[in-house]
C-alpha cells in the first residue's frame, strides 16, 4: 500500500475492506500521528451527533433555503495538471477525504448557529431554563435567616430540579453554597456547588426520585458531607411512576 498514512479518516468513518482494515490497525498501533487523526476524525463525528439532538428553531431550515438560492455558483475549475485516468482507492479517498470534512465542518457550523439562536448557550443554563419553564414544574421558596430567599424549581418529567435565589447573602470569604439532595433510604449527597445563587443552577442527581434538598454553607471547593450550616432544606414528596 503505497501511502498507508492517507486511510486514517476511511478507517475513523469504517469505510475500509476487511484486508485493508487489518493492514492499517497493524500500522495504527506503531504510528502515534495517525491514531491522533482516527481520534479527531471521530471526534468530529460525535460533533456531528450532538448537534442532531439539539431541535433547531423552525425558522432555520427556511432560512439556509432561501441563502442557497441566494448564492451565486462559481465557475468551473480548470484542472492546471491532468488527474490520473484510473486513480487507485487510496488516491479516491484523499481526495474524497477534504470533501467528507467540510461537510463535518458545514454540518458543526449550522448547529453552532442553531444554538447560537438560543439565548443561552451553556449546556446547563439551557437545561435550567427547560425545567423552569416546564409544564410539570413546582416551586418551592425558603426564607434565609441572613436575608434573601431560596427557590426550588422541580420537573419529574425531566428529572432535574432548578435552584435560584433572591438577594442572597455571600457565602463569606473562603466559603461556597452547597446544593444536596436525599434519596428514599440513603444519605445526603452533594448535588453540587451554588457560586452565583442568583443564577439558575441545575442539582446533579435524580430530583424526581429525590425526599428532600438542601442549601448549606461549606468551604470553597464543596465537602463530602453538609456541615451543620444548613441555610435551606426543601421537602419533596418522590413523583409516582
Known amino acids: 500500500m503505497s501511502d498507508i498514512h492517507a486511510?486514517?479518516?476511511?478507517?475513523a468513518v469504517d469505510a475500509l475492506d476487511d484486508t485493508e482494515r487489518a493492514e492499517f490497525e497493524q500500522?495504527?498501533?506503531?504510528?502515534?500521528?495517525?491514531?491522533?487523526?482516527?481520534?479527531?476524525?471521530?471526534?468530529t463525528a460525535?460533533?456531528?451527533?450532538?448537534?442532531?439532538?439539539?431541535?433547531?428553531?423552525?425558522?432555520?431550515?427556511?432560512?439556509?433555503?432561501?441563502?442557497?438560492?441566494?448564492?451565486?455558483?462559481?465557475?468551473?475549475?480548470?484542472?492546471t495538471r491532468p488527474e490520473p485516468v484510473e486513480p487507485g482507492p487510496a488516491q479516491v479517498r484523499r481526495r474524497r477525504l477534504p470533501a467528507l470534512l467540510a461537510a463535518a465542518a458545514a454540518v458543526v457550523l449550522?448547529?453552532?448557529?442553531?444554538?447560537?439562536?438560543?439565548?443561552?448557550?451553556?449546556?446547563?443554563?439551557?437545561?435550567?431554563?427547560?425545567?423552569?419553564?416546564?409544564?410539570d414544574a413546582t416551586r418551592k421558596t425558603e426564607q434565609l435567616a441572613g436575608g434573601g430567599e431560596l427557590t426550588l424549581?422541580?420537573?419529574?418529567?425531566?428529572?432535574k430540579a432548578v435552584l435560584v435565589g433572591r438577594d442572597?447573602?455571600?457565602?463569606?470569604?473562603?466559603?461556597?453554597?452547597?446544593?444536596?439532595?436525599?434519596?428514599?433510604?440513603?444519605?445526603?449527597?452533594?448535588?453540587?456547588?451554588?457560586?452565583?445563587?442568583?443564577?439558575?443552577?441545575?442539582?446533579?442527581?435524580?430530583?424526581?426520585?429525590a425526599t428532600a434538598a438542601a442549601v448549606s454553607v461549606e468551604p470553597e471547593g464543596g465537602s463530602a458531607h453538609p456541615s451543620t450550616n444548613v441555610v435551606a432544606v426543601f421537602s419533596l414528596q418522590p413523583a409516582s411512576g
Not at 49 to 74: C, N, Y
Not at 153 to 159: A, D, G, H, T
Not at 174 to 197: C, N, R
Open 7 to 11: 486511510l486514517s479518516g476511511a478507517y
Open 27 to 43: 500500522h495504527l498501533a506503531v504510528c502515534a500521528d495517525c491514531r491522533a487523526e482516527v481520534a479527531s476524525f471521530r471526534e
Open 46 to 79: 460525535a460533533l456531528m451527533s450532538d448537534a442532531e439532538s439539539e431541535t433547531p428553531p423552525e425558522s432555520l431550515r427556511a432560512g439556509v433555503l432561501s441563502g442557497i438560492r441566494e448564492v451565486r455558483p462559481l465557475p468551473p475549475e480548470t484542472p
Open 110 to 135: 449550522v448547529a453552532a448557529g442553531a444554538l447560537a439562536w438560543h439565548p443561552w448557550h451553556d449546556e446547563g443554563t439551557t437545561v435550567a431554563q427547560q425545567v423552569l419553564n416546564a409544564s
Open 153 to 159: 424549581v422541580r420537573s419529574p418529567s425531566l428529572e
Open 168 to 209: 442572597v447573602p455571600d457565602a463569606g470569604a473562603g466559603k461556597t453554597y452547597q446544593m444536596w439532595l436525599q434519596q428514599p433510604g440513603e444519605d445526603t449527597v452533594s448535588a453540587g456547588l451554588l457560586p452565583d445563587p442568583d443564577r439558575p443552577t441545575v442539582l446533579s442527581g435524580d430530583a424526581a426520585t
